[in-house]
Structure formats: structure tokens, C-alpha cells
């Protein structure tokens, strides 16, 4: 076949001495990463009588695709569901910041807010790649504000809000715009639901269940209407009860429509799910697990009292609290610590930890073309990390973002 170096004059960069996660297993073998996409070596070598321009070093290190958080409210005293002036350079701070957790896409989540909040919010929230600026930007996640009282969690009650009659018109006049969005957290079992999710679903918007007092038949006609996601699985839902499991029932259930897979949400830290639920959550559906961080704008600051939408919230170490209460309010867990607690906590292999955090939320929003993974052709967002989970580089697009600043590595 003849070369067709010519193809692309790009730098082609091979990085050795590595463990690549790919095809569910750590494999002993180099990275070929050429223009922001991993390249397939035997038709470099072949096709293209190619070579590397450019040679690294991993050190024995694990390769593994980049972290993607579903679910953060923010971090850095940057709170995505309050409306500033300065609302993009907050958004740019915490997409920088989380480079460091090993993070490369996200979905900013907003919590319950008024429909002033998203009309000013949802249009400086733009879809965008990563880079040296910041991990890439998947679209918005709304959480709420179509959710139960009973289950409202440390979402704000006079914001809640019903389907009326015409109730997806109701839902776009509330948020103004769905152009950005990528994800819904809604509880099924509201009237009108079912032709929302329809309705959403066609538009191509994942629809997640939470928040909620569904029992099993609203939550599995929900899916048969299309919903494919359970926010953050036990937290604010009914808890399990074995003649009505509720929406865990998913999980188990055998009315999944064919070919469809049920992911759900779990907050790996340690505070909002016991060890023991993690384990059971795992072993009933290894395949849907998907990690996620629920951060909040007192990620990575000091305790004491901080934001959450129009909620006031105290840290106490890992535990977040509406103020003045017991209520739990989302997290201030860092996604790399979400993995190895993850780990930890269910003694599965490092290779189901690191696919919890990207193989799976790739899947769940349709896009393991492209991320996800590190299949030839897809895009070279990926990590280096030790044998114990920490994160020491992470690269976007094949260009190294962040580096652990240790002396000698």
C-alpha cells in the first residue's frame, strides 16, 4: 500500500513504559497520539511507514481515559446556580481547578433555582473542549427543579415546581433554553412526566430519575419512556423495601426495554453512601455504575459556611449540611478521591474504578466514540497515574494540561 505520510505532517508522539487501560484490562503497550486523537501504531507503521517524532517515558505508570463528572455544582467558592456577573470566569476557574483531580469533561450542575436564575445562567453555559484552559465542557445538568417535596433534599422548597397541562412548555419557559442542556434530574412519578422525558429524549437530553417517591412501576415506566440515568442512587428517594424497592429496584429489574442500560449516579465518598450500599449497588449492576462528585462551592476550601443555589451550607470536614441542620448538601469529594474510595470500599480491580469514572459516563451520554475510552481514534484525553490511583498528569487532546509537582518525576 503506498505511504501516505503525507496524510498529516502533525508530530506523532509514542508514550512508553506504560500500562494502558483498554478493552476492560491494564495492557502492557505504548500510546500513539497524533493531532488530539490516540492512533492505531500497525497503521501508522504500515500504511504510513510512520514513526514516532517524539518519545516519553511513563515510568510504569497506568494510562487511563480522563475522569467525567456528570453531576458538580461547582467548587472553589464558585457556585453554578447563583447568577453573577462573573459567572464565566467562575466556570473557567473550576474547569482549570479539577484538571488536578484528574477530570477532563464535565457537566455543571445547576440545583433548584428560580426560572431567573436559568435564564441568566443557561446562556453563559457553552459546550466547548478542554485544554490548558480547563477540562472541555459537556452541556448542563438541571437538577430539579421538577422534583419531589418529600425528597427535596438540600433543594430549595418555594422553587419546586409541578408539570401543569402543557407541561414540556412549562418546563422550557422555566428554563429558558435547553440549547446547552445534556441532562434532567426529575421525579417520575410527577403528573405529566412521562411525555416531558418522551420529549426530552427526542431532543437527544438525558433523562435522569431522582429526587423522588416513585415506586418501581413509575420509575421503570419512566425508562420505558426513555429515562436512562438515577441521580445519585439511595440519596433522596425512597429508601429499599423488598415488596417495593422503589427506583433501586431498577438496578434488578426485568422490564428494561431491550438493548437499554439503566446507569446510576453514586457519590463515592465515604459520607452520602455507606460502604455496604456501594457494594450492593456494585454487585447487582457492575455496568451502570457511574461515579460522580456532587461537588459543591466548598470543594477545596476551608470548613465553614458556603453556597449551595440559594442555600446556605456548613463544612464539617467531608460532611456538608444544609445550615443549622442534619440535611445533607451535596460534597466537597474530589473526583481521583471518589475512585480509590470507590476502590477501597468494594475491593474491585483499579481497571472497574478508573471505567466507573469514564468508560460509563461516556456511555451513559452516548458519546464512548470519543471519550471514554482509549480506542484508536478517539480523543487523547487520558491520565498517568500510580498503581494507588493518584492522579500525576493529566492530558487533554494529547497535550499535557497538569502535572503533580513532585521533584524527580
Given at each position: 500500500?503506498?505511504?501516505n505520510k503525507?496524510?498529516?505532517d502533525?508530530?506523532i508522539v509514542?508514550f512508553?513504559?506504560?500500562?494502558i487501560l483498554?478493552?476492560?484490562?491494564?495492557q502492557?503497550?505504548?500510546l500513539?497520539v497524533?493531532?488530539?486523537k490516540i492512533?492505531?501504531?500497525?497503521?501508522?507503521?504500515?500504511?504510513?511507514?510512520?514513526?514516532?517524532?517524539?518519545?516519553?517515558?511513563c515510568?510504569?505508570?497506568?494510562?487511563?481515559?480522563?475522569?467525567?463528572?456528570?453531576?458538580?455544582?461547582?467548587?472553589?467558592?464558585?457556585?453554578?446556580s447563583?447568577?453573577?456577573?462573573?459567572?464565566?470566569?467562575?466556570?473557567?476557574?473550576?474547569s482549570?481547578?479539577?484538571l488536578?483531580?484528574?477530570?477532563?469533561s464535565?457537566?455543571?450542575?445547576?440545583?433548584?433555582?428560580?426560572p431567573?436564575v436559568?435564564?441568566?445562567?443557561?446562556?453563559?453555559i457553552?459546550?466547548?473542549?478542554?485544554?490548558?484552559?480547563?477540562?472541555g465542557?459537556?452541556g448542563?445538568h438541571?437538577?430539579?427543579?421538577?422534583?419531589?417535596?418529600?425528597?427535596?433534599?438540600?433543594h430549595?422548597?418555594?422553587?419546586?415546581r409541578?408539570?401543569?397541562?402543557?407541561?414540556f412548555?412549562?418546563l422550557?419557559?422555566?428554563?429558558?433554553?435547553l440549547?446547552?442542556?445534556?441532562?434532567v434530574t426529575?421525579?417520575?412519578?410527577?403528573?405529566?412526566?412521562?411525555?416531558?422525558?418522551?420529549?426530552?429524549?427526542?431532543?437527544?437530553?438525558?433523562?435522569?430519575?431522582?429526587h423522588?417517591?416513585?415506586?418501581?412501576s413509575?420509575?421503570?415506566?419512566?425508562?420505558?419512556?426513555?429515562?436512562?440515568?438515577?441521580?445519585h442512587?439511595?440519596?433522596?428517594?425512597l429508601?429499599?423495601?423488598?415488596?417495593?424497592?422503589?427506583?433501586?429496584?431498577?438496578?434488578?429489574?426485568?422490564?428494561i426495554?431491550?438493548g437499554?442500560?439503566?446507569?446510576?449516579?453514586?457519590?463515592?465518598?465515604?459520607?452520602?453512601?455507606n460502604?455496604?450500599?456501594?457494594r450492593?449497588?456494585?454487585?447487582?449492576?457492575?455496568?451502570?455504575?457511574?461515579?460522580?462528585?456532587?461537588?459543591?462551592?466548598?470543594?477545596?476550601l476551608a470548613?465553614?459556611?458556603?453556597?449551595?443555589?440559594?442555600?446556605v451550607?456548613?463544612i464539617?470536614?467531608?460532611?456538608?449540611?444544609?445550615?443549622?441542620?442534619?440535611?445533607?448538601?451535596?460534597s466537597?469529594a474530589?473526583?481521583?478521591?471518589?475512585?480509590?474510595h470507590?476502590?477501597?470500599a468494594?475491593?474491585c480491580?483499579?481497571?472497574t474504578a478508573?471505567?466507573?469514572a469514564?468508560?460509563?459516563?461516556?456511555?451513559?451520554l452516548?458519546?464512548?466514540?470519543?471519550?471514554g475510552?482509549?480506542?484508536y481514534?478517539?480523543?487523547a484525553d487520558?491520565?498517568?497515574?500510580n498503581?494507588?490511583l493518584?492522579?500525576?498528569?493529566?492530558?487533554?487532546?494529547?497535550?499535557?494540561?497538569?502535572?503533580?509537582?513532585v521533584?524527580?518525576?
Amino acid at each position: 500500500m503506498p505511504s501516505n505520510k503525507s496524510v498529516s505532517d502533525a508530530p506523532i508522539v509514542q508514550f512508553t513504559n506504560c500500562r494502558i487501560l483498554r478493552d476492560h484490562q491494564l495492557q502492557r503497550e505504548d500510546l500513539w497520539v497524533r493531532e488530539g486523537k490516540i492512533l492505531n501504531p500497525e497503521k501508522l507503521f504500515f500504511d504510513e511507514k510512520g514513526s514516532a517524532d517524539v518519545q516519553l517515558d511513563c515510568k510504569d505508570s497506568i494510562i487511563a481515559p480522563g475522569f467525567i463528572d456528570v453531576q458538580i455544582n461547582g467548587g472553589f467558592g464558585v457556585d453554578f446556580s447563583l447568577a453573577t456577573d462573573d459567572f464565566k470566569s467562575g466556570i473557567d476557574l473550576v474547569s482549570q481547578k479539577i484538571l488536578s483531580h484528574g477530570v477532563t469533561s464535565f457537566c455543571p450542575t445547576l440545583v433548584t433555582s428560580p426560572p431567573s436564575v436559568y435564564h441568566q445562567v443557561l446562556p453563559q453555559i457553552s459546550v466547548r473542549n478542554g485544554g490548558g484552559h480547563g477540562a472541555g465542557i459537556l452541556g448542563a445538568h438541571l437538577e430539579g427543579p421538577f422534583i419531589s417535596k418529600e425528597k427535596k433534599g438540600a433543594h430549595p422548597e418555594h422553587c419546586l415546581r409541578t408539570f401543569e397541562a402543557g407541561a414540556f412548555q412549562d418546563l422550557l419557559a422555566t428554563y429558558g433554553s435547553l440549547d446547552c442542556v445534556q441532562i434532567v434530574t426529575l421525579a417520575p412519578e410527577m403528573k405529566r412526566s412521562s411525555e416531558v422525558i418522551r420529549e426530552l429524549t427526542r431532543r437527544g437530553i438525558c433523562v435522569s430519575l431522582g429526587h423522588s417517591v416513585a415506586n418501581l412501576s413509575q420509575a421503570e415506566e419512566a425508562v420505558q419512556h426513555g429515562a436512562t440515568f438515577i441521580t445519585h442512587l439511595f440519596n433522596a428517594m425512597l429508601p429499599f423495601h423488598h415488596r417495593d424497592p422503589g427506583i433501586v429496584g431498577l438496578l434488578t429489574s426485568d422490564k428494561i426495554p431491550a438493548g437499554r442500560r439503566v446507569f446510576y449516579g453514586m457519590i463515592s465518598d465515604g459520607i452520602h453512601t455507606n460502604p455496604a450500599a456501594l457494594r450492593i449497588a456494585h454487585r447487582a449492576h457492575p455496568k451502570g455504575l457511574v461515579l460522580v462528585t456532587d461537588a459543591m462551592a466548598g470543594m477545596g476550601l476551608a470548613p465553614g459556611r458556603h453556597t449551595l443555589g440559594q442555600q446556605v451550607v456548613e463544612i464539617d470536614g467531608l460532611n456538608t449540611y444544609i445550615a443549622g441542620t442534619k440535611t445533607l448538601s451535596g460534597s466537597v469529594a474530589t473526583m481521583d478521591t471518589c475512585v480509590r474510595h470507590f476502590q477501597e470500599a468494594t475491593g474491585c480491580s483499579a481497571e472497574t474504578a478508573l471505567e466507573a469514572a469514564s468508560l460509563h459516563p461516556a456511555q451513559l451520554l452516548g458519546i464512548e466514540h470519543k471519550k471514554g475510552t482509549l480506542n484508536y481514534d478517539s480523543d487523547a484525553d487520558f491520565l498517568m497515574l500510580n498503581d494507588s490511583l493518584y492522579v500525576q498528569a493529566t492530558y487533554i487532546a494529547g497535550e499535557e494540561v497538569w502535572r503533580q509537582d513532585v521533584s524527580g518525576m
